[in-house]
């Protein structure tokens, strides 16, 4: 006999503490059809920017949209901005720029890992999880001025240099951090109770992904090529170490191993950095408004953030138009939970890192 029910997850689950809403309608424990709201909250940052700011505040109000993946949200919308003014940065503003965002990428995944931990009852493991995460927001701070809101990215460059003695600093704490994440990589793909019981869990297959557009790990789990670092050259990624990250079963093992692996790159490229910054300037003075429009592709620790930047020529834009990773995730993610068990919702979306903060504009 079918048990028939309705069952409301979010926002105050306490796997899912964002503001959105998911209806399942399932059958005994199978998920046969599900509803999402994603409209929660609307904080106007986007109608701020285009009526209240000059295009220069713009660059330290972007980055508000979300905490996690700040630095992204602030060099897409700078290079945008850079782009109409056909103004091109020093080259060691764009090392100190990919620094930077590379270290939020680390503390990013080092949280959705975290996240996924808890989803399967493994407290500890948060804790570890949440305690190395501090080698790199350390690193953020010293080197920025702020653990999450860095301010560090402006047009024209960076804010503040790399000295000797912070860059002595930063080494101790990463080769510190680089010890710790081999011994996660070995606990995700080993411990039964984090990532064993997962494999074949939540799969995306590649055609999946590629119709619904998926963006991220998410998608490169799936074996879809796509990371707007391998695409564009606004910043010197090629010059640095990048390497993309392809796993092919689409599960929640294979989007846990993509995000370890790629913090490994992410640690790469940064060593890369210490070892060759180079000498000049690290910030240069940008004359000239905004005329034209432009788009940026940038690629976000949850995936592909597209920014669109439009002015006339005046100090306030006529245009700020911003589309997350986690947007571009919520189909994908809506149609896996179809015929799936209830019981592994929470792993199923803590392994797709949503972040609805960057989604309500």
């Not at 790990?217 to 990048?242: C, I, K, N």
């Not at 919520?330 to 609805?356: H, K, Q, W």
Request: hydrophobic residues 40%.
């Amino acid at each position: 006999m079918e048990n028939k029910m309705i069952v409301p997850f979010g926002s105050q689950h306490i796997t899912l503490l964002e503001p959105v809403r998911f209806i399942f309608e399932t059958e005994n424990e199978k998920i046969v059809n599900v509803d999402v709201d994603v409209g929660y909250v609307h904080r106007g940052i986007e109608k701020a920017c285009q009526t209240k700011l000059n295009y220069k505040q713009v660059a330290y109000i972007i980055p508000r949209i979300c905490g996690l993946c700040a630095m992204s949200h602030a060099l897409a919308y700078i290079t945008a901005v850079e782009k109409i003014l056909e103004f091109d940065p020093p080259k060691k503003a764009k090392y100190l720029r990919v620094l930077v965002h590379e270290l939020d990428r680390i503390h990013s995944h080092l949280f959705a890992m975290a996240h996924v931990a808890e989803a399967a009852g493994y407290e500890n493991l948060v804790m570890h999880l949440f305690r190395d995460r501090e080698l790199a927001m350390e690193c953020l701070e010293i080197l920025t001025g702020n653990r999450v809101q860095y301010d560090y990215g402006c047009i024209g460059g960076v804010n503040r240099d790399l000295t000797p003695e912070v860059e002595k600093i930063l080494r101790k704490k990463l080769k510190k951090l680089e010890d710790r994440i081999h011994w996660f990589k070995d606990l995700y793909m080993n411990d039964y109770t984090l990532s064993l019981r997962w494999k074949g869990i939540g799969v995306i297959s590649k055609e999946m992904a590629e119709k619904y557009n998926a963006a991220g790990p998410v998608a490169r789990a799936s074996g879809v090529r796509t990371d707007a670092r391998a695409e564009f050259d606004a910043l010197p990624y090629r010059d640095l170490g990048f390497e993309m990250i392809v796993y092919k079963d689409g599960d929640i093992y294979s989007r846990n191993l993509v995000r370890l692996d790629e913090i490994f790159v992410s640690l790469r490229i940064i060593w890369n950095i210490l070892d060759g910054l180079p000498e000049g300037n690290y910030k240069e003075e940008v004359k000239g408004l905004p005329k034209g429009e432009s788009v940026c592709r940038w690629e976000a620790p949850r995936g592909e953030l597209f920014m669109h930047v439009r002015g006339d020529g005046k100090q306030i834009l006529t245009r700020v138009r911003v589309k997350t990773p986690t947007f571009s995730n919520i189909p994908v993610l809506r149609e896996l939970f179809v015929g799936a068990n209830y019981a592994d919702v929470p792993a199923i979306i803590t392994s797709f890192d949503p972040c609805m903060s960057c989604t309500a504009r």
